[in-house]
């Protein structure tokens, strides 16, 4: 059309509309509803949810000790989960990135990929298997007399960490290919070593990348809770409280009111992570 044609802004913002109404209506307004619904209460003895506005959810969230400490149980998982996947990750990306091949490196892509190919489920039933009475774990720490650390919190981090460390590898992978290999031989010709080179120019400059790839660590940790199911044993994070709340008891206004804590915790975490770019790496 002739008008399109002399007005580009016209077209794009055309070819937009339908997505980011989309986007209002099917992320934003679910939102909404979800605060909405948090503000409402359940009553006691016929488990009917009262449209009622109230801040009782809220404030069982902040009174009751059991859900604090879930809270940073959750905090502290996710943080963890991040931190190994980021020290696991930084290696693997700076190989493919500036040490493999072409060839290589595409191999490599795809080895990566290759298990985000499988079922979420079989991954961490497989994981439940490793970390069974009579699993390999067991197995290899018999010899030693050691047995499987079992269900619980530090397989459900291990779990977690192998399930998203993909997600951490790709951003930075993609970080690290962009810094200019004139960085390296200038950092050479200036007499530093591989360790100060590494320290010094390459990490400064995946850092972004880096904090990327821990938006999707830290935030797929902290709405899990199927590995937590599976590996966890008794362990509980705030996923397992949405489900069992929304679930079993039909508490669906607390359930959205614990559903709001890891929303507020990822709008911080965007915020700080907006600061050092990395939200450009993504």
């Given at each position: 059309?002739?008008?399109?044609?002399?007005?580009?802004?016209?077209?794009?913002?055309?070819?937009?509309?339908?997505?980011?109404?989309?986007?209002?209506?099917?992320?934003?307004?679910?939102?909404?509803?979800?605060?909405?619904?948090?503000?409402?209460?359940?009553?006691?003895?016929?488990?009917?949810?009262?449209?009622?506005?109230?801040?009782?959810?809220?404030?069982?969230?902040?009174?009751?000790?059991?859900?604090?400490?879930?809270?940073?149980?959750?905090?502290?998982?996710?943080?963890?989960?991040?931190?190994?996947?980021?020290?696991?990750?930084?290696?693997?990306?700076?190989?493919?990135?500036?040490?493999?091949?072409?060839?290589?490196?595409?191999?490599?892509?795809?080895?990566?990929?290759?298990?985000?190919?499988?079922?979420?489920?079989?991954?961490?039933?497989?994981?439940?298997?490793?970390?069974?009475?009579?699993?390999?774990?067991?197995?290899?720490?018999?010899?030693?007399?050691?047995?499987?650390?079992?269900?619980?919190?530090?397989?459900?981090?291990?779990?977690?960490?192998?399930?998203?460390?993909?997600?951490?590898?790709?951003?930075?992978?993609?970080?690290?290919?962009?810094?200019?290999d004139s960085?390296?031989?200038?950092?050479?010709?200036?007499?530093?070593?591989?360790?100060?080179?590494?320290?010094?120019?390459?990490?400064?400059?995946?850092?972004?990348?880096?904090?990327?790839?821990?938006?999707?660590?830290?935030?797929?940790?902290?709405?899990?809770?199927?590995?937590?199911?599976?590996?966890?044993?008794?362990?509980?994070m705030l996923?397992?409280?949405?489900?069992d709340n929304?679930?079993?008891?039909?508490?669906?206004?607390?359930?959205?009111?614990?559903?709001?804590?890891?929303?507020?915790?990822?709008?911080?975490?965007?915020?700080?992570?907006?600061?050092?770019?990395?939200?450009?790496?993504?």
């Amino acid at each position: 059309m002739p008008l399109l044609d002399r007005r580009p802004g016209l077209r794009v913002g055309l070819l937009l509309t339908p997505p980011m109404l989309w986007l209002g209506v099917a992320y934003l307004g679910a939102l909404g509803a979800l605060l909405v619904t948090s503000l409402w209460s359940q009553n006691d003895f016929t488990g009917e949810i009262e449209r009622i506005w109230t801040l009782d959810n809220f404030r069982s969230l902040l009174t009751v000790d059991v859900y604090r400490t879930i809270t940073f149980r959750t905090l502290m998982v996710a943080a963890v989960v991040t931190v190994v996947d980021a020290v696991l990750a930084f290696p693997i990306a700076l190989y493919m990135a500036k040490v493999a091949s072409r060839r290589a490196q595409r191999l490599l892509v795809i080895a990566v990929l290759m298990p985000l190919w499988a079922s979420y489920l079989v991954k961490a039933y497989a994981w439940r298997g490793m970390f069974s009475a009579d699993g390999p774990i067991a197995w290899i720490a018999q010899p030693f007399g050691l047995d499987t650390p079992g269900y619980g919190l530090f397989a459900t981090t291990v779990t977690l960490a192998y399930l998203w460390l993909p997600y951490m590898i790709l951003p930075v992978f993609a970080g690290i290919e962009r810094v200019p290999d004139s960085l390296f031989e200038a950092s050479a010709d200036l007499g530093a070593g591989s360790w100060q080179t590494l320290r010094r120019v390459v990490i400064p400059m995946a850092f972004p990348a880096i904090v990327a790839g821990s938006i999707f660590t830290f935030s797929l940790t902290m709405g899990d809770y199927i590995a937590v199911k599976i590996v966890g044993g008794t362990t509980q994070m705030l996923g397992n409280v949405v489900y069992d709340n929304q679930g079993a008891a039909n508490n669906l206004p607390f359930a959205a009111a614990v559903a709001t804590i890891p929303i507020v915790v990822m709008l911080g975490y965007l915020a700080a992570a907006r600061r050092t770019g990395a939200l450009e790496n993504l």
